[in-house]
């Protein structure tokens, strides 16, 4: 199953969609939750868009030792 997930064919499709392609050619491999499990126990479920990180907010201080 895994090697099918990382053929060219499915490698930007998430499990969803390769469940329903197979379904669509009349063949059934395993069950979607089935191949979230196969690609978490290889560690290859993760967010894969582009996050932006905000950067670390620091309190302003006071730093005036005198008027103006």
């Known amino acids: 199953m895994l090697d099918l997930?990382?053929?060219d064919r499915f490698v930007d499709a998430v499990p969803a969609q390769v469940y329903a392609t197979l379904l669509d050619e009349g063949q059934y491999l395993c069950s979607v939750r089935?191949?979230?499990r196969l690609l978490a126990a290889n560690d290859e479920v993760r967010e894969r868009r582009q996050q932006c990180r905000h950067?670390?907010?620091s309190k302003p201080e006071l730093l005036a030792t005198g008027p103006n």
């Open 5 to 7: 997930l990382h053929g």
């Open 34 to 36: 089935t191949m979230y």
């Open 55 to 57: 950067p670390t907010y």
